[in-house]
Nanobody, 119 residues
């Protein structure tokens, strides 16, 4: 059974930092594209950052230069280092692992972790 378990969320003041981690089990982690999404109240879920199986990384414009995504295939971990946090970063953050095999899509989600940026 596939499981993605996030940790590291919490309350932080503007300008502060948090590190989110996602531990995967039940999958051959290294072949998946891993991403972090977030959903703020009343808004659609959006992709924040993603790293492919070959290490290609992309970020949403609003976090470029502040957030860093990384993966450790040996430990089945993907992390999101968030610096210079802003109130608008407040959201539930979700870990995702996705893989396409022909027309089959394998898509897994974590349960989410709350990040609140407030003074």
């Amino acid at each position: 059974q596939v499981q993605l378990v996030e940790s590291g969320g919490g309350l932080v003041q503007p300008g502060g930092s948090l590190r989110l981690s996602c531990a995967a089990s039940g999958v051959i982690f290294r072949v998946y594209t891993c991403g972090w999404y977030r959903q703020a109240p009343g808004k659609q879920r959006e992709l924040v950052a993603a790293v492919t199986s070959d290490g290609t990384i992309n970020y949403v414009d609003s976090v470029k230069g502040r957030f860093t995504i990384s993966r450790d295939n040996a430990k089945n971990l993907v992390a999101l280092q968030m610096n210079s946090l802003k109130p608008e970063d407040t959201a539930v953050y979700y870990c995702n692992a996705r893989r396409l095999v022909g027309k089959l899509e394998f898509d897994y989600w974590g349960q989410g972790t709350q990040v609140t940026v407030s003074s």
